[in-house]
């Protein structure tokens, strides 16, 4: 698969997750079937800022929940709060409830 298609489906996987949820680059990754290119979903989504303004890229986060994604953001505190405009939680750039609020590509897409 190209970078392009690649990337493509990532960006369709992303408008999908609802506000007040998350979900994490390894989780498209493993959805997409390509589970070592959690990295590559994380390039995808930080090519978002300057081309692809409809997409939600501050839903995604890492596996244990933490905004690893927010200098990507511009200011340092953007992802925050673009997240905490939604209900979520952070404390020290972490998700709180992140498993309940959780967002499985894998099960909700299937």
Known sequence: MDNANFFRRVYDIV?????????????IA????????ARMVGWALNNTKTELGDIPAHRVVNHNGFLTGKKAFGGINTMQELLESEGIEIQNDQVIR??????DPAKELS
Do not use: D, K
Not at 30 to 37: K, R
Not at 98 to 103: H, S, T, Y
């Open 15 to 27: 408008r999908q997750i609802p506000p007040g949820r998350v979900t994490s680059y390894g989780a």
């Open 30 to 37: 493993q959805f997409l079937g390509s589970p070592q290119s």
């Open 98 to 103: 992140f498993q309940e609020i959780f967002w």
